[in-house]
């Protein structure tokens, strides 16, 4: 069983349109995060959320929102999709003390 | 905040030789340290961690790490490196309050290793 899943793993979409990726983990951890890796391999993170409350909300355009309909579930709604939000999108989650569990990322492609 | 910060962006090593990869942190409290690997093409798998107690912290794969408080750092060693360890590493850093959440990851170091 996969821990962090995410879906999909490639997704090629135009300028403008919405999209949305999905998360889920099966680890029972309490705390659900969103990262962003650019072309330099550098992690920013975007989001988090922790018992369906958000706790972290980095300086993120407000066209990304996440959503958590429970702990097990974190989901990336993109609006009016950007050239610059092509990147790595990775989902992880974790629990006190265990580190983050990766999903295997999204690399997103606008053209 | 804490940050971290990995001086080397990238390291070519022979296969067998040893390596170092650096990391080091800025806090101004307590913190747990992580090294994370990501393989081309997947996500980032936990290499180890160090949270309290011996300094230095084995992890998978033949790696090792020594928490120095002194000197704020938390190197990444290996004594004989594989073709199969080319990969981009990553270190991060949680302040201890957080318990082990809420992390800063640094820029990554690209480890190549060559035959």
């Known amino acids: 069983d996969t821990a962090v899943s995410q879906t999909p793993k490639y997704l090629v979409t135009q300028m403008g349109n919405d999209k949305s990726i999905k998360c889920e983990q099966n680890?029972?951890?309490?705390?659900m995060y969103w990262y962003k890796q650019d072309s330099k391999k550098f992690l920013k993170i975007m989001f988090s959320?922790?018992?369906?409350?958000?706790?972290i909300n980095e300086t993120v355009p407000n066209r990304f929102s996440p959503k958590s309909p429970d702990k097990a579930h974190l989901n990336l709604h993109i609006n009016s999709l950007e050239l610059g939000d092509s990147a790595v999108y990775f989902c992880?989650?974790?629990?006190?003390?265990?580190?983050?569990?990766f999903g295997s990322g999204t690399r997103l492609t606008v053209v | 905040a804490q940050s971290v910060t990995q001086l080397d962006s990238q390291v070519p090593v022979f296969e067998e030789a040893p390596v170092e990869l650096r990391c080091n942190y800025s806090s101004s409290v307590s913190v747990y340290l992580f090294w994370y690997v990501q393989y081309p093409n997947q996500g980032l798998q936990l290499l180890l961690k160090?949270?309290?107690?011996?300094?230095l912290v084995k992890g998978i794969n033949g790696f090792e790490a020594e928490f120095n408080k002194s000197q704020t750092s938390f190197h990444l060693r290996k004594p004989s490196v594989h073709i199969s360890d080319t990969a981009e590493y990553f270190c991060a850093v949680s302040e201890a309050e957080d318990y082990g959440q809420n992390f800063v990851f640094g820029p990554g170091t690209r480890l190549s290793v060559l035959p």
């Open positions: 992880a989650s974790s629990q006190a003390l265990s580190g983050y569990t």
């Open positions: 160090y949270l309290s107690g011996s300094t």
């Open positions: 680890l029972g951890h309490d705390t």
């Open positions: 959320y922790n018992n369906k409350e958000l706790i």
